[in-house]
C-alpha cells in the first residue's frame, strides 16, 4: 500500500523508477490515479497505450522542482480502476481527463504534453478548454482521420489474430511496446515489468486492444478535433518527434503537424521510437522549460 494513501495500488513498482506520492480521483464509484509532483504551473502529462504515468517519470524527477507535474493513469491503465461498463473508448477516456483536470483539480491555466492516444484525448480536453491551455508539446501523435502507416495498422488490430495475440499474450505491452524501447531499458526488468504488470488479466487487456481500432473506427470524432486543432495557434506549441516510429513518427505525420502550428519549434530524434519519453526525457524537459520561460 502507498504509505501516504489509503487507496491499495495493484502492483508494486520500483521505488528507484516511480518514487512518487498516489493521488486518487474518484468518480461515480471509481479511482482515478494520478502523480502530482512540485509547485508552480501546472504541466498535464497525457500518456497513451500501453503505457501509464510512469512513461513520464524521468521528466517528472527532473522538473518537480520547477513546476507542478500532474501525469494521470487513463482508466483501466496503471494504477487505475476500469469504471463499469466501460467501452474504452477515447471519447470516454477524454471525459474522465476533462473531470480530472477541469473538475476535481480545477486547473485555471496549464500547459498540456501529449504522445500517442495521449494526442487526441489530451487536445480533446485542451481545444475544448482552450482560454485555460498556456502552451502545448506535442510528440508522435495525431489528432486526425488517419491514412498510411498508421490506418494500415489500425486495420492489422483489428484482426481475430491480433485481437488473440493482445488479450491472450499481452501482446502490446510486452511485445510491441518493449521492442519499441531502447536497447538498454528492454533489459532493465524494472522498467519491462512496470509495463507489464498494469495489464495481469485476459479482461484487463481490453483498453490496449481497442486503442488501435479505435484509430480507425473514431475517424469522424478525429476529424471534428482536427477542426478545434487551430484554437490553439496563439499558444506556444514545441514538437518532439522519433523518426523509428513508422507510424506516427513519419514523414508525412510531421508535415501535417507542421502545417498546422507552422511556428513550432521541432526537435527530430533520427534514433528516438514511438515512446519519445524513454528514448530522450530531456528533450520533453527543454521544451517544457521554454515554454515555462514563455508564460511564467
Known amino acids: ?14 521505488k528507484k523508477e516511480y518514487p512518487f506520492k498516489s493521488n486518487w480521483f474518484e468518480r ?13 504551473i501546472p504541466v498535464v502529462l497525457c500518456h ?19 513546476c507542478r507535474l500532474i501525469a494521470y493513469d487513463l482508466p483501466g491503465f496503471g494504477f487505475s480502476d476500469t469504471p463499469d461498463n466501460f467501452n474504452f473508448t477515447p471519447q470516454e477516456h477524454a471525459e474522465w481527463v476533462n473531470a480530472l483536470i477541469m473538475e476535481h483539480l480545477k486547473l485555471d491555466k496549464f500547459i ?32 486526425w482521420k488517419v491514412d498510411g502507416g498508421i490506418k494500415n495498422f489500425s486495420y492489422v488490430m483489428r484482426t481475430p489474430m491480433a485481437e488473440r495475440l493482445v488479450m491472450n499474450q499481452n501482446y502490446f505491452a510486452t511485445n510491441l511496446m518493449k521492442d519499441a524501447l531502447p536497447i ?6 524494472a522498467i519491462t515489468e512496470a509495463y507489464k504488470m498494469a495489464f495481469p488479466t485476459k479482461e484487463s487487456r481490453l483498453g490496449t486492444i481497442v486503442f488501435p481500432q479505435q484509430i480507425t473506427i473514431a475517424s469522424d470524432w478525429l476529424g471534428e478535433l482536427e477542426s478545434r486543432l487551430p484554437s490553439l ?32 519549434p521541432v526537435k ?18 527543454v521544451s517544457i522549460r521554454r515554454i515555462l520561460k514563455q508564460v511564467e
Do not use: C
Open 184 to 189: 538498454e531499458m528492454q533489459e532493465n526488468k
Open 28 to 40: 461515480n464509484g471509481t479511482s482515478m490515479h494520478y502523480i502530482d509532483e512540485g509547485e508552480g
Open 268 to 285: 527530430l530524434l533520427p534514433d528516438a521510437n514511438h515512446f519519445t519519453q524513454e528514448d530522450s526525457p530531456e528533450s520533453f524537459v
Open 112 to 143: 498540456i504534453v501529449v504522445q500517442d492516444w495521449g494526442g487526441p484525448i489530451g487536445l480533446t480536453v485542451a481545444t475544448n478548454n482552450a482560454d485555460h491551455v498556456l502552451g502545448t508539446v506535442i510528440s508522435n501523435t495525431w489528432a
Open 233 to 264: 495557434s496563439d499558444k506556444p506549441v514545441e514538437f518532439i518527434f522519433g523518426q523509428l516510429d513508422f507510424t506516427v513518427g513519419a514523414p508525412d505525420v510531421i508535415e501535417k503537424w507542421k502545417s498546422i502550428y507552422p511556428h513550432a
Open 48 to 66: 497513451g497505450n500501453p503505457d501509464w504515468s510512469f512513461l513520464y517519470r524521468n521528466i517528472i524527477k527532473e522538473l518537480s522542482g520547477e
Open 1 to 14: 500500500m502507498d504509505s501516504t494513501n489509503t487507496k491499495q495500488r495493484p502492483f508494486i513498482v520500483d
